[in-house]
């Protein structure tokens, strides 16, 4: 066990990935119980959300755990994009006898100039603050540090590593391209690498020392001994969470993870605005269909606001398919079980599979 999770009092180097509108105060506190890292997302909710959420993780467990902020450049509104990407969604809507909204909203403000965040973390005082899209100012990260935060930052290549490892954060979160849902790169308009979970730890690993935590497609205990036998300290696992009970995943996510159609995820930018990884469904196809025809999503989160109410039209009609059912390329290896559960079968399949690698060991 390696001194960041020793000091973290984690006893099993498993983190359950901080999935906005998934993660749960219950299923933190379960991971939690387990000996395992849990996880809750503040990056879709506001500073008093937030503070519930950290209050009621607290009431559910004694162990420490991490919250996440989005850290993407704050939004820039541009009316006609918007209005030209509501008119190419219209035909779907009125296909459910909807309307789209009259105009688009930016649900999620970046922690980067959410001042009111802040403060809310300043008086709650959280042990573990994690980081996706993006990094906030050099003066956000010394208030968290003189706080007393550990600090993990999501990573997708070599540079973004580097600009973490100036800024001083404790931890590398390694997201590879398996990964579900939002891709974690600061800069969305730039060349994305797609390197792979297995070639971005190693690549950390031998570049950077800062201890590395490796994300994206790890579904099993082998994925998670590969892991650690490249020089991750831990793994964080998301898509292996969703079906467990004490997830807030919806029932219509939930069937999608666990039927056939699990096997087929695709990256789009069409639901909110940002590449995310998603169970093929129609709300993917019709973002195929659109950007063939030239048409450009809003800016993120805009879109995700035009995103949610065509879901919400759908669900009106009986249509379950156009909703955000994030999950990685291992979607196909859930398994519906309590999290603690989860915990303990990972981590004996990970025992198995290194005594397997090492039978002088064992």
């Known amino acids: ?74 939004a820039v509104r541009d009316e006609a994009r918007e209005r030209a990407w509501l008119d190419a969604l219209s035909p779907s809507f009125q296909a459910f006898d909807a309307t789209p909204p009259d105009s688009l909203r930016e649900i999620y403000r970046s922690f980067v100039n959410d001042d009111a965040m802040a403060d809310m973390l300043a008086e709650e005082r959280p042990a573990i603050v994690s980081f996706h899209f993006g990094l906030p100012p050099a003066a956000r990260i010394a208030r968290l540090k003189a706080d007393g935060a550990v600090l993990f930052a999501s990573v997708t290549n070599l540079e973004e590593a580097r600009a973490a490892a100036a800024a001083g954060v404790d931890a590398l ?15 969305p308009q730039a060349r994305d690498e797609r390197l792979s979970t297995f070639t971005l730890v190693s690549l950390l690993v031998k570049e950077l020392d800062l201890p590395v935590i490796a994300a994206g497609g790890i579904m099993n205990g082998a994925g998670i001994a590969a892991c650690l036998d490249l020089g991750a300290i ?98 196909p290896l859930a398994r519906a079980l309590p999290a603690a559960e989860l915990v303990d079968v990972l981590m004996r399949e990970c025992e198995a599979a290194r005594a397997a690698r090492n039978p002088d060991k064992g």
């Not at 020793?6 to 990935?17: C, D, K, M, S, T």
């Not at 579900?180 to 800069?187: A, E, M, P």
């Open 234 to 331: 831990a793994v964080q696992l998301g898509t292996a969470f969703i079906a467990c009970p004490e997830s807030l995943a919806d029932q219509a996510h939930r069937a999608a993870l666990l039927g056939p159609g699990s096997a087929h995820t695709v990256l789009t930018d069409a639901i909110s605005g940002r590449p995310a990884r998603c169970i093929a469904n129609d709300f993917t196809a019709l973002g195929q269909e659109l950007a063939r025809n030239g048409h450009r999503p809003a800016g993120y989160p805009m879109a995700y606001d035009a995103g949610k109410a065509l879901n919400a039209a759908a669900r009106a009609a009986g249509n379950m398919r156009y909703g955000a059912q994030w999950a990685g390329q291992g979607a």
């Open 1 to 74: 066990m390696s001194h960041l999770m020793e000091r973290l009092h984690v006893n099993v180097p498993i983190i359950q990935a901080p999935m906005a509108g998934t993660s749960s105060p219950q299923l933190a506190a379960a991971v939690c119980a387990a000996g395992a890292l849990g996880s809750i997302a503040l990056g879709a909710g506001d500073a008093e959300a937030g503070r519930i959420a950290i209050r009621e993780t607290r009431m559910a467990t004694t162990r420490l755990f991490n919250v996440n902020l989005f850290c993407h450049e704050p």
């Open 173 to 187: 979160v390694a997201q590879g391209i398996e990964a579900g849902g939002h891709r974690g790169v600061f800069d």
